[in-house]
């Protein structure tokens, strides 16, 4: 594996350096030409490699959208029946816990008061009279 990097190395650097090494090949007068000719290998190969690199990225999003959809929507479903279970158990609770309690109480309030209106002391205040004087 060693073996291909440096041989993959080898030759990305002979394909950068091959223009310059031809620019200085060339004859003096025509090195505005030779420049013009680098500047333009130079550009296309950016250019491919550039394009490579778009369709690379766009693999990887199209990879990485593929496999969140595989794990998310499962994840959601249980996120969704775990809040079915919780919607249920919240409703059983109501029912069959709370709502007795609730009743007992209403029930022990309702015995208090009366408990306390047959328990008074004093009679209640008539309108102001008194007995015998009208």
Same mark, same amino acid.
């Given at each position: ?7 993959? $190395? ?15 090949? *060339? ?6 030409? $030779? ?17 490579? +690199?778009?369709? +690379?990225?766009? $693999? +990887? ?15 959601? *479903? ?28 209403? +029930? ?7 408990? *306390? ?14 007995? $015998?004087?009208?």
């Amino acid at each position: 594996m060693k073996v291909v990097f440096i041989i993959l $190395g080898i030759l990305a650097l002979a394909l950068f350096a091959l223009p310059i090494v031809l620019l200085f090949i *060339q004859p003096v007068e025509s090195w505005l030409i $030779g420049v013009r000719d680098v500047a333009l290998i130079y550009g296309s190969l950016f250019m491919c490699l550039g394009g490579l +690199a778009i369709f +690379a990225m766009a $693999g +990887a999003i199209a990879f990485l959208t593929f496999t969140l959809r595989d794990h998310v929507v499962p994840a959601l *479903q249980k996120v969704d029946d775990t809040a079915k279970t919780v919607r249920g158990t919240a409703t059983f609770v109501s029912e069959s816990v709370v709502a007795p309690i609730i009743k007992t109480a209403g +029930a022990a309030a309702g015995a208090r008061a009366m408990v *306390q209106t047959l328990m008074r002391r004093k009679p209640p205040k008539s309108n102001g009279k008194k007995n $015998g004087s009208s």
